[in-house]
């Protein structure tokens, strides 16, 4: 069988390098299932993989960013934005009176003064856009075009120093975030040329946190924020400027101007980032989804433990695995002890 081709992720955490690995259990434990439920859904690469493989597929994500994402390369089978359409949001409209947020309230923090003038432009001209499809399709040119512009490809530290003093290292690519905005709209243009899969059944996209989501499927993927041990950052701060920029005309209202990082509180939640709740956190959600065949994604070296958590499929379900899909270090992990991805899998 050909290698499925995938989207690259720019998101903290993203199982893009272990999804076929992750497949494989399932196929060797001999798991039959025709629908996923794919909880935290984050940069959709879960999802993704299962509509390729010919499933029915539910994303679910508490970030409208995410949803706009998910809409933009998986629910749909072509993209709906021309390159012309594409390039043409990053210019002001004669008569139309743009506001300056990103401009000024974030000037030093993540971008130079003339790319936050731009994302300003182009976040109010994809407001006007009518067409629901293109308009998810320029989000997610902008939102990719933010990402990969940013050190670590995360926000939740005033560091534009980091890419204005970059003398090299092992953490960037100067090159990369030095591009123009045109020309990344056009490579990620063409990317949603090439990702949109034809043909296939379109998933359903809700917009919900875990635990209010009542979605149900024959396989239930949980792919939680990993909790570290020590110097835990929520996944809200690391993406919230995202947030920030689809609910734009929220943003001056909530930004919380005692973090350097003007943190916007926008769809905040404390579901799985709170240590002395996030068993309780699992345990109701692994109740909810009881009659599925369960499938966790988490390291060794988080909060619960692995044992923890296999321990609390057990209440569960009769068959329990734990499986280590080997050592997966991320770009940002200072710690000593070996990161191990395990899969638990309860059926």
């Given at each position: 069988m050909s290698r499925i081709?995938?989207?690259?992720?720019?998101?903290?955490?993203?199982?893009?390098?272990?999804?076929?690995q992750i497949w494989d259990e399932f196929e060797k434990l001999g798991i039959e299932f025709t629908s996923t439920l794919d909880v935290f859904g984050g940069s959709g690469i879960f999802s993704y993989f299962s509509k390729t493989k010919g499933k029915s597929v539910i994303y679910n994500d508490i970030f409208k960013f995410n949803c706009i994402n998910a809409h933009a390369l998986i629910g749909n089978c072509f993209n709906h934005l021309s390159k012309d359409e594409a390039l043409d949001l990053l210019e002001p409209k004669a008569g139309?009176?743009?506001?300056?947020?990103v401009a000024e309230h974030y000037k030093g923090i993540y971008f130079p003064e003339i790319e936050n003038n731009i994302i300003d432009i182009a976040v109010q001209n994809i407001q006007h856009m009518n067409d629901l499809g293109k308009r998810n399709a320029a989000f997610y040119l902008l939102i990719q075009s933010c990402l990969i512009k940013r050190p670590y490809n995360l926000f939740h530290r005033k560091n534009l120093n980091l890419r204005t003093n970059f003398t090299g290292g092992n953490f960037g690519n100067k090159t990369t975030w030095e591009r123009s905005f045109s020309e990344l709209f056009e490579r990620f243009n063409k990317e949603l040329?090439?990702?949109?899969i034809k043909g296939v059944q379109l998933p359903i996209i809700l917009n919900s946190s875990a635990l209010e989501c009542k979605a149900s499927a024959d396989l239930v993927y949980i792919d939680p924020p990993y909790f570290r041990k020590n110097g835990h950052v929520s996944y809200h701060s690391r993406y919230h400027f995202l947030e920030g920029l689809v609910n734009y005309d929220e943003i001056e209202v909530k930004i919380n101007f005692n973090k350097n990082?003007?943190?916007?509180?926008?769809?905040?939640?404390?579901?799985?980032?709170?240590?002395?709740?996030?068993?309780?956190?699992f345990d109701n959600l692994l109740k909810m989804h009881s009659s599925s065949i369960i499938v966790i994604s988490y390291r060794n070296?988080?909060?619960p433990s692995i044992e923890e958590l296999g321990n609390l499929v057990?209440?569960?379900?009769?068959?329990?695995?734990?499986?280590?899909?080997?050592?997966?270090?991320?770009?940002?992990?200072?710690?000593?002890?070996q990161n191990v991805e395990f899969l638990i899998i309860g059926y």
């Open positions: 081709k995938l989207p690259v992720t720019r998101y903290y955490g993203s199982k893009r390098k272990l999804i076929t139309r009176t743009y506001k300056s947020f040329d090439e990702f949109c990082h003007h943190e916007i509180i926008i769809n905040k939640s404390s579901e799985f980032e709170n240590k002395d709740r996030i068993i309780n956190d070296t988080g909060i057990r209440k569960y379900k009769n068959n329990v695995r734990l499986i280590s899909l080997g050592d997966y270090t991320y770009a940002l992990s200072h710690n000593k002890v």
